[in-house]
């Protein structure tokens, strides 16, 4: 059994386990990551940065775009430009065919409307969802994908459909397999099914980290 992170930002993976690493514009190399200009990172030079990101997706490795979004409380950037940039990185997910990691504090009307706008083919992802119930569901009926780590809220989590389900262990320090336990029973299962589960979603979202 290998269980899958949608989202870390730890440079090498557990024993046993496999996911994607957020490297900011700059990729690694070997591993599965993503590639994405982080809210709290906008400067006012990120149209340069977005060049080295469409640069940096033409490599097998990058297999996601992010993590990027909007955050009302933190970003130095306004929300119109926020969203701006969240648009471009959009439509760089779309054109090299590959899943959108989204940040998203305070921003989920905005998230949501440029997903209508935008029709994405691409699925989007919201990271480390935290939320209630009732956004949980907003999010899930506008067909977005939900990731869970460590502090989630349980409610969400078992309501959340098994294709529409990421498990991730982000910035926290807690053993991924610690996480996919507390979250399997939470929803009632194994660890083994949660793993299935989850790793079904990567191939679902066309990420080849396997």
Known sequence: MTLTDLHTHNPTCEAGTTGII???????TGAPCSVGIHPWDITAAWENSLEAIRKAVQRSNVVAIGECGIDKLKSPADTET??????????????????????????????????????PKQA???HGFRGKPAQ??????????LSFGAAF????LAATPADRLFIESDTVTTRLEDIYKAAALCRGTSIEELAATVA??????NINIL
């Open 124 to 126: 989007w992802i919201i």
């Open 82 to 119: 926020q969203t701006e940039i969240l648009a471009a990185h959009a439509r760089i997910a779309e054109e090299a065919e590959k899943p959108l990691i989204l940040h998203c504090v305070k921003g989920q009307e905005e998230i949501i409307k440029l997903h209508r706008s935008i029709k």
């Open 22 to 28: 957020n490297c900011g514009t700059t990729p690694i």
């Open 200 to 205: 079904e979603n990567f191939k679902r979202c």
């Open 153 to 156: 809220n349980p409610e969400s």
């Open 136 to 145: 949980a569901r907003q999010l899930l009926h506008e067909g977005f994908f």
